[in-house]
């Protein structure tokens, strides 16, 4: 009985319990011929489809693909490096590789039939990068740990005209849904400030991520924000404003 005791704490001590898989990947070069999970459509599912003989497996949300690496269904994530700074923090047993895999940027998607739309946003959002406004609120959650909001509108909303946004809320801090069911996140916070700028008042819908450049092109919502980066394809289907933020495609491994 002793020596069965002594090889469980054995197998405790040496890999965190004798079914933990163990990290294969450790730079980028070990990605080849392994399982990569990716949020499905996103840059990252792009990304991975390069990478000499990936197997990829999709997923509608980041988090269910962290899930599948932690539980060894996966060997690695390709994602945003915000949220995947997120997952690290909330699970202790995975970890992000320290060397990027690619840099890009992104912007808020708009009708192409809208080009007074697109200039407005664009004006609004130079305005906010130049008065601190947009860095106040990007630092307030990468930064600072905000959870609720980093801008509180500053003009009543009554009698103003709505304008539609459409995301996808699975990709924290940019975009998530606290218990109560209200949107919050980055890009929530830059859009209140926006439609401040145009005397807007903002409201959101929530979808699957490889729906909103769709919603956008089929007016169903005036503006598609949730983290996405500017590529020619989408361009083909809608028009971009200028970038608005900078992000890093990151590997995230178990520990």
């Known amino acids: 009985m ?3 005791i002594m090889l469980l704490m ?7 319990g004798c079914g933990k898989k163990k990290n294969t990947v450790h730079s ?12 499905m459509k996103t840059t990252g599912d792009i990304y991975v489809s390069d990478i000499e003989g990936a197997q990829i497996k999709r997923f509608n949300k980041g988090l269910d693909a962290v899930k599948a690496l932690r539980k060894g269904v996966v060997d690695a994530v390709m994602i945003d490096d915000a949220p995947a700074k997120v997952f690290a923090e909330r699970f202790d047993d995975v970890e992000i590789l320290s060397e990027p895999y690619a840099e890009e940027e992104y912007g808020i998607a708009v009708n192409k039939d809208e080009r007074e739309l697109l200039g407005q946003i664009d004006q609004a959002l130079q305005e906010l990068k130049d008065d601190g406004t947009l ?3 990007v630092k307030a959650w990468l930064q600072d ?14 009698g103003r005209k709505e304008l539609v946004m459409v995301t996808n809320a699975e990709f924290p801090p940019y975009e998530s849904k606290l218990d109560s069911g209200d949107i919050v996140g980055i890009d929530v916070d830059i859009m209140k400030a926006v439609c401040d700028k145009l005397g807007r008042r903002l409201e959101i819908t929530d979808t699957a991520f490889d729906s909103v450049v769709a919603n956008v092109e089929r007016k169903m919502a005036d503006v598609g924000v949730a983290a996405m980066t500017i590529t020619d394809e989408r361009k083909k289907s809608v028009d971009f404003t200028e970038p608005y933020m900078k992000a890093t495609q990151v590997v995230v491994v178990r520990k």
Do not use: F, P, R, W
Request: aromatic fraction near 2%; charged fraction near 30%; charge should be positive.
């Open 145 to 158: 740990g905000e959870t609720q909001t980093a801008y509180e509108t500053g003009k009543k909303k009554s």
């Open 135 to 137: 860095g106040k609120i």
């Open 10 to 16: 054995v197998c405790v001590l040496i890999l965190g």
């Open 28 to 39: 980028l070069d070990d990605l080849k011929n392994k399982s990569i999970g990716v949020q």
């Open 2 to 4: 002793k020596k069965v």
